[in-house]
């Protein structure tokens, strides 16, 4: 059966935590996981006075069982795009994108695109030369 590995959601109205999970792919969101991985708060909170790294700036709140999650990796367990992206933040996985650049659409059959397109004008420009000599 296919794992994955997803966020669970739990806390208050308004003020959403996530549990980092491991759960089979075809269960509901809230379903009992087969593990919890870590938690992940998506609110941005500030620094408290006795963390010396603070930088003023507020941060969320990622807390990951690393060696859990690479044994889950390892074992052929897919993260959601979300799961993903926080994996990718803690530096267990490659982001899927990078520097802002986004996906491109996957092009019809016969669409061509614009590397192709300048190519083909590019070979095409020497026969016409030849066809107006």
């Known amino acids: 059966m ?11 109205r308004h ?3 996530y549990n980092i999970v491991v759960a ?7 379903s009992l996981p087969l593990e919890v991985l870590g938690t992940y708060d998506p609110i941005p909170k500030t620094p ?4 010396r790294s603070a930088s003023g700036r507020r941060v969320k709140d990622i807390q990951l069982d690393s060696a859990r999650a690479k044994y889950w990796l390892g074992v ?15 530096g267990l996985l490659e982001p899927k994108h990078r520097d802002g650049l986004v996906a491109r659409k996957p092009r019809m059959v016969g669409e061509v695109g614009l590397a192709e397109g300048k190519q083909m ?3 095409a420009a020497p026969r016409k030369e030849a066809v107006e000599a």
């Open 2 to 12: 296919v794992l994955k590995i997803r966020l669970a959601r739990f806390g208050k």
């Open 15 to 17: 003020a959403p935590v």
């Open 24 to 30: 089979h792919a075809r269960t509901a969101r809230n």
């Open 48 to 51: 408290s006075v006795t963390d």
């Open 76 to 90: 052929g367990a897919q993260p959601t795009d979300t799961a993903w992206r926080l994996l990718s933040m803690i």
């Open 121 to 123: 004008q590019e070979e």
